[in-house]
């Protein structure tokens, strides 16, 4: 069934969600089936030039989607304001917790509590998690041995949303829309734009070096609306070389220098961590071996 713009605004979001569910429902019942024991035993499996009987189980491990279809699969309340009461579909924190940065101040969620919770009818525990206070098809799947189920284990936050899309978005609106006022952007935006005309920046694109981040902005870095994540990445970049440039620095001028400094600092931290994500594989920090190599 087709519904209109105007339409879909009248439906409630737990009467959408209902019917995503039994859409989910449907999807996803030969896999439930190909789940059951028994069900794949004695499969003749092709490996290049090899082949053989085997029996297989295979448990549901990653599903790619984005960070607004992962809420929707894992039954969270697709609610981004600073009134949400849970940050993530991950984890029990609330707006309490993004002020304390111990690495316990939140639980992962474990599947086979909020099944309970389901079950038990316990609606006022699902509300203040802001989850679905009905069956979700996706507790019928197998994970293997992971306890947290749809909820970590095959919805796993990824940069693009979390970061690129995320931190990165509401800092450039923090930056550029509260700390900043409109004389001072133009300045900042001033500075960006003059890289366009420098000496071998004129011809410069971004495939040149796709390990970096854009840098290149001809409009400036201040037109925050309909920016891909990438393009964002590129102006935290910006922001972050252009912070630390004189002209730059003039256009904090009006900020105390301990809250310049902490711009600064944050915005380089994030894009280290950009870098971070970006490597294909990570050393151990008990490892003397890479510890030498570093």
């Known amino acids: 069934m087709y519904y209109s ?3 879909r605004k009248k439906i409630e979001p737990p009467v959408k969600l209902i019917r995503l569910f039994k859409l989910f429902s449907v999807a996803l019942q030969s896999f439930i089936e190909a789940q059951q024991d028994g069900s794949m035993d004695n499969i003749y499996l092709v490996l290049g030039d090899k082949a053989k009987d085997v029996t297989m189980k295979i448990p549901l491990a990653f599903i790619i989607g984005d960070n607004q279809g992962g809420d929707y699969i894992a ?11 849970r940050l993530s579909r991950c984890c029990d924190a609330t707006p309490e917790n993004y002020s304390d940065f111990s690495a316990n101040s939140c639980s992962f969620l474990h599947m086979a509590d909020i099944m309970e919770m389901v079950n038990e ?16 098809p996706f507790f019928d799947i197998d994970y293997g041995a992971s306890p947290y189920g749809i909820f970590f284990a095959a919805c796993p936050p990824e940069g693009l949303h979390a970061l690129e899309q995320g931190i990165f978005k509401h800092l450039l ?29 004129r011809l410069f694109r971004s495939s040149n070096s796709p390990e970096s981040p854009r840098l290149m902005f001809k409009d400036g870095i201040s037109s925050l609306s309909n920016t891909p994540g ?10 972050t070389i252009a912070s630390l440039t004189r002209d ?8 105390d220098d301990d809250v310049t400094q902490d711009i600064t600092y944050a915005l380089e931290m994030l894009m280290c961590y950009w870098a971070w994500l970006k490597q294909d594989k990570y050393w151990s920090l008990d490892s003397p071996e890479q510890l030498e190599t570093v």
Request: net charge positive; proline share 1%; hydrophobic share 40%.
């Open 75 to 85: 039954g969270r309340t697709v609610c981004y304001g600073i009134w949400a009461k």
């Open 230 to 239: 990438c393009d964002r990445a590129g102006m935290v970049f910006a922001l």
């Open 173 to 201: 609106h923090e930056v550029l829309g509260v700390y900043l006022k409109p004389e001072q952007i133009v300045r900042l935006d001033r500075v960006v734009q003059s890289w366009v005309c420098n000496d071998r920046q």
């Open 121 to 136: 009818e316990r609606w006022e525990d699902l509300e203040s998690l802001y989850q679905a206070q009905f069956w979700n």
């Open 248 to 255: 730059g620095k003039a256009a904090f001028s009006r900020l």
């Open 5 to 7: 713009k105007v339409q």
